[in-house]
């Protein structure tokens, strides 16, 4: 039968790390992944867009109006590039202006924004906690004026800071227009404190040129009265040189025409000056005009709810694909055959999926080892424990492995389930097949198919008259051989010993395949023990459940000890696809009919009374 199987080539890396470096991005690896953590990444990306709807719904809606001004500059230099800083620097001057405190005062109490909820503030700032608590026990120096601030002043404080929060000044581009925005959760309000804003800043304007007009009006009137005082003087001098009849000295008389000249001149320029300043009281201009006023938003600023959930998607599935791959690295179990391949320095020679399980027995029991051949049968089950027979059937001829070990990572590896079920296909198949167990730890094969005081395998170990005995006695396609009695000597150091009435490989001859339960290293050693004397082992691990680590280890202990490590089954992997499950009968191949079923329970029972 197994000189018609074609031969299975499986790929042993030399180097799996390096391999695993150079080996190139595989997309449907990539795609795997995001699949399997679909349901992690779904949840993070909710989170952040719930989070997010959360805020866009109980947020109250921010307004934005602005209002521009024009500001007319009166700097006018030689150069360019002087022309240019001066203008920055008095436009910088005039938007520090527009956010003072006498402007955003005016604001205030023109549109009784002290009263106003949205600017109101109940509550003390810290920092004038802080300085009332440090001012606890000190003694201030006497400055000639009141510290202390009444609660309506306080509280005017408190509401132009909250307005210049929420106002917003800048140049536009590099011109000299000004813009002047405010928000407020009420739209028309919005309109009213920007152009509110603009108008007191032209008033303030208006007044501080008015000011400096009077100043400059009252100094120049000063000037005018001292200037003309001397023109009189230099008059008066020319007029009395004249008239003493001196007329020789030609140089006097020039100097004091010149004098009388120079002051007339000056004199008529400080009364224009003062003349322009009056104009300038009477009907003062600001340097500012509008160019556009503010008008009520027709929709809101804040929160910019479409940007804001595209944003929180993006941001969550990213965020989520990063804790996916954190999760990946970060988690120390086995998940994949590449894994297996790469940290295990040993190949995958096959991925069993998850089946369901069985019903219990009237007599309690519910072995996992009889699920795939009991109720709840699953086809990819079957599908993938046939793979794995086809493969160990290329491992058989390739490395000459007649003789191979199970041995897993934990207890629940379900290294019994898979030894038992690649036993009950291959004797279906027409090999003859022995199934040996050797987990003192626990015997279920021993359990189930055993008797109390039957002959087993520690029987054999013993005595020659039991091994000779049990070879007479095959006559099955599936023999099961219990572990036997034992007490204080497990199989493993039996077998230690040297000292035994068989050897495995003396089955060899009898048996096609023979396989052998071993329990796994971290409750034994007896796996230790026996893997040297077999031609090869099989290390079984759990999907989600078997440690990266565990693995490793077990893989370098039977190494260790001489073992050929034959690779690593990935048990109860998730199906990646669902199939309809139907009744047993319906789920059989051709190939296994169920005549051949029927003389398979039929072989496996014969064996219990046999090994009984």
Request: charged fraction near 20%.
């Amino acid at each position: 039968m197994y000189n018609r199987m074609p031969p299975v080539a499986l790929a042993y890396p030399a180097a799996p790390a390096a391999a695993v470096r150079e080996k190139p991005l595989d997309l449907r690896q990539l795609f795997r992944f995001l699949v399997s953590n679909s349901p992690l990444i779904a949840i993070i990306t909710a989170l952040f867009v719930g989070a997010t709807l959360i805020y866009v719904t109980t947020t109250p809606p921010t307004f934005v109006s602005s209002a521009q001004l024009m500001f007319e500059s009166q700097t006018a230099t030689s150069a360019d590039a002087q022309r240019v800083l001066a203008e920055e620097a008095v436009v910088e001057g005039q938007m520090e202006i527009m956010k003072s405190g006498d402007v955003l005062q005016a604001v205030v109490r023109t549109l009784g924004l002290t009263a106003d909820p949205e600017f109101k503030s109940d509550h003390q700032p810290l920092t004038d906690i802080a300085r009332s608590i440090l001012s606890i026990g000190s003694v201030s120096e006497p400055t000639g004026r009141p510290t202390a601030r009444s609660p309506e002043e306080q509280l005017e404080n408190y509401t132009i800071a909250t307005l210049r929060s929420r106002l917003w000044i800048r140049r536009v581009g590099q011109s000299t227009v000004i813009e002047i925005s405010a928000s407020s959760s009420h739209p028309g309000k919005t309109a009213l404190i920007a152009n509110a804003v603009a108008e007191q800043y032209i008033s303030q304007n208006v007044r501080m040129k008015s000011q400096s007009a009077r100043l400059s009006s009252e100094w120049l009137s000063q000037r005018v009265a001292d200037i003309r005082e001397a023109v009189f003087a230099a008059d008066r001098a020319l007029l009395q040189f004249q008239a003493s009849g001196e007329t020789g000295s030609q140089f006097k008389l020039a100097e004091l025409k010149s004098v009388s000249a120079t002051y007339r001149r000056l004199y008529e320029t400080y009364l224009q000056s003062w003349s322009e300043a009056q104009q300038r009281i009477s009907y003062p201009v600001s340097d500012a005009i509008f160019v556009s006023r503010a008008t009520t938003p027709v929709a809101k600023s804040q929160p910019k709810s479409t940007l804001l959930l595209a944003f929180a998607l993006v941001l969550g599935l990213s965020f989520g694909v990063v804790v996916a791959i954190v999760r990946h690295f970060g988690n120390r179990l086995v998940t994949s055959a590449d894994r297996i391949a790469a940290e295990a320095d040993a190949p995958c020679v096959g991925e069993i999926s998850q089946a369901g399980r069985a019903k219990p027995k009237r007599s309690g029991r519910a072995p996992d080892l009889l699920r795939p051949d009991g109720y709840g049968a699953r086809e990819w089950f079957d599908r993938d424990l046939r793979d794995l027979k086809a493969t160990i059937g290329g491992l058989r001829r390739n490395r000459k492995a007649n003789l191979i070990g199970l041995v897993g990572t934990e207890t629940r590896a379900g290294v019994t389930t898979l030894a038992f079920n690649l036993a009950r296909l291959a004797s279906a198949s027409g090999s003859t097949t022995l199934l040996i167990d050797a987990s003192a730890t626990n015997p279920t094969l021993s359990e189930v198919f055993g008797k109390m005081g039957a002959t087993g395998l520690m029987e054999m170990l013993n005595s020659p008259r039991a091994y000779a005995d049990f070879i007479a006695r095959i006559e099955r396609p599936l023999m099961i051989l219990p572990i036997g009695a034992f007490r204080d000597v497990t199989p493993g150091e039996r077998i230690g010993s040297e000292r035994i009435a068989f050897n495995f490989a003396d089955l060899k001859e009898r048996f096609d395949l023979i396989l052998v339960d071993l329990p796994p290293l971290s409750e034994s050693a007896d796996a230790k023990a026996i893997a040297p004397h077999l031609d090869g082992s099989i290390v079984v691990c759990r999907y989600g459940k078997s440690s990266v680590d565990s693995l490793i280890e077990t893989v370098n202990a039977l190494r260790e000890v001489g073992a050929d490590v034959l690779g690593v089954i990935l048990n109860a992997r998730p199906q990646r696809k669902k199939m309809k499950e139907k009744p047993y009968h319906e789920s059989r191949t051709t190939a296994q009919s169920p005549r051949t079923e029927g003389s398979l329970e039929t072989n496996v029972a014969g064996s219990r009374v046999r090994n009984g």
